[in-house]
């Protein structure tokens, strides 16, 4: 399968309508890639908090609309990263959207962990309680966000709902670019998958995003590695490449500890 992430950047000046046109044309120029991959927050600002509210919207709202039609024009499934999300009873949720090639919203994920402390997400968005697998033509996708990346009870969990692929768009600040590119190769390495880790760049608010965003393999090895420009990453993976990792180095057989948390496929 081929994977493409494309690294967004976010400009303060351009509008909502803007950034979702310019999003689905980049999308629709990767037909014959079998997934793409967006960044978190991309049409609202991941750190642009005075958004939110305003450009908050249903899961079948304007972006994942759009997203829609430049998944079924391209023909690829696609993690069109994450929108703020508006439940019927007012809360705002970060929540990632993945359609398949026909356009077709396949999964959705609320991000459990959010980030802030006393601030920020953290205060201004409700948390998602379920961890998502998406059975796909391409393998078992697993869902994840930004900050989750810090929490590895989430990968050891998408692991045993069958995740063969982590899918993990985000808004990383450059001053932890270090951070971003160490766990996003832990995750991948201690899980024996695949990550697909795409990362804004430009600013949002205030933050300058980290970029960088990465293809890695269940070894750990990166695949492909942006800059901190907008651009896209694209690489070749062998789903069966899981399989034959984990039965040449058996580590996940010889776990001991286990935890139990709500799993929706």
Known sequence: MRASLIQLSVDASDSADERRRRAASLV???AGDDLVVLPELWAAGAWSYD?????????DGPTAEAMSAAARHAGVWLHAGSIVERD??????NTALLFDRAGDLRGHYRKIHRYGFDTGEATLMGGGGDIVTVPTDLGVIGLATCYDLRFPELFRGLLDAG???????????????????????????EEQVFLLACCATGTHGDMRQAGHSMVIDPWGTVLGEAGTTEETVTADLALSEVTRIRSELPVLRDRVLAIEAP???
Do not use: F, M
Not at 88 to 93: K, M, R
Not at 163 to 189: D, K, S, Y
């Open 88 to 93: 019927g009873d007012g809360t705002l949720y």
């Open 263 to 265: 799993v929706r496929r």
């Open 28 to 30: 629709r120029d990767r």
């Open 163 to 189: 995740a063969e692929l982590i899918a993990v768009p985000a808004a990383w600040p450059a001053a932890r670019l270090t951070h971003w590119q160490l766990l996003t190769r832990t995750r991948a390495l």
């Open 51 to 59: 958004r939110w509210e305003r450009d908050a919207e249903r899961i």
